[in-house]
T-cell receptor
């Protein structure tokens, strides 16, 4: 079945630490990949997306993600996190339909 | 990007009642979807709202509980029927797909429902 998995359920970091959140998907065909962020008490916002081309995608707020087809992965990275990055991060994918399928989310807490 | 407005943004509802959530988009879009986000959980797709025809429901969701309308390309409604406390969730309208918004799915701000 087509699915998206995020293995890191809860990540705790200090400010200035580097971040990498894992995302894997199960599907052998063409896939569109997304990372969304949900700050406490706020609505979902798009961080970045990958459709095709350069597998290293840069998004807003200094985030980037790398699509590695051979590993079915689309990990999110940020070289130096800030307290304001505390949020829930969702990886999502569109497979062979127009439906967006979400991973379970990763809660990131950044301490000053 | 598409601007999506949802009403109500928040509501407290009595058990056994029904509530209709409205979703208005500022441009015509091909695809409209309804998601649910239960407390502390990820987003689950309820259904695809089809313009001029019955919505397509995901496994575990039925039309009697979540009737959906989509009379045109910019508007849709989701009704949560005969509510119970388990229906307390954020309900989100989203638009996009392979046409209209370039493969990107955009979300409204959500409707936060609490059932008491």
């Amino acid at each position: 079945a087509q699915s998206v998995s995020q293995h890191n359920h809860h990540v705790i970091l200090s400010e200035a630490a580097s971040l990498e959140l894992g995302c894997n998907y199960s599907y052998g065909g063409t896939v569109n990949l997304f990372w969304y962020v949900q700050y406490p008490g706020q609505h979902l916002q798009l961080l970045l997306k990958y459709f095709s081309g350069d597998p290293l995608v840069k998004g807003i707020k200094g985030f980037e993600a790398e699509f590695i087809k051979s590993k079915f992965s689309f990990n999110l990275r940020k070289p130096s996190v800030q307290w304001s990055d505390t949020a829930e991060y969702f990886c999502a994918a569109i497979f062979n339909t127009d439906k967006l399928i979400f991973g379970t989310g990763t809660r990131l807490q950044v301490f000053p | 990007s598409a601007v999506i407005s949802q009403k109500p943004s928040r509501d407290i509802c009595q058990r056994g009642t029904s509530l209709t959530i409205q979703c208005q988009v500022d441009s015509q879009v091909t695809m409209m979807f309804w998601y649910r986000q239960q407390p502390g959980q990820s987003l689950t797709l309820i259904a695809t709202a089809n313009q001029g025809s019955e919505a397509t429901y995901e496994s575990g969701f039925v039309i009697d509980k979540f009737p959906i309308s989509r009379p045109n390309l910019t508007f849709s409604t989701l009704t949560v029927s005969n509510m119970s406390p388990e229906d307390s969730s954020i309900y989100l309208c989203s638009v996009g797909g392979t046409k209209g918004t370039g493969n990107t799915i955009y979300f409204g701000e959500g409707s936060w429902l609490t059932v008491v």
